[in-house]
């Protein structure tokens, strides 16, 4: 009984250390109309980067009203729950993105 006890204890003590451990580093894959986009959310960094137009894009987190927001003062990168867009000198260039379940 106390051996189940003690390793009940551990279990939950373990548990409650995940909780609070949030990824440096996660890939998210939107589809854009008919273009996949790859985008690797760095979350210790507060950027992301991304392909674009032949060229690596790392954008930084800016302060949003709504959503979250990453841009490079050329580029910007905006998402809110699983839809997103790219604009490049404030023009919307990629639209209708929308993350894939998994």
């Known amino acids: 009984m106390r051996i189940s006890l003690l390793a009940g204890v551990a279990m939950l003590l ?7 451990v949030q ?3 996660k890939t998210l894959h939107y589809t854009c109309g008919t273009m ?3 985008v690797q959310l760095d979350n210790a960094q507060q ?3 991304l392909i674009l137009d032949g060229k690596p ?11 979250t927001r990453y841009s490079d003062g050329t580029y910007l990168f905006w998402s809110k729950g699983r839809d997103a867009f ?3 000198n404030d023009k919307v260039i990629v639209n209708d993105c929308r993350l894939n379940p998994g």
């Open 14 to 20: 373990s548990g409650c250390s995940l909780l609070n």
């Open 57 to 67: 894009l790392t954008l930084t987190q800016e302060v949003a009203a709504s959503g």
């Open 36 to 38: 996949p986009l790859t």
């Open 86 to 88: 790219i604009e490049r």
């Open 47 to 49: 950027q992301v980067q």
């Open 23 to 25: 990824e440096p580093q």
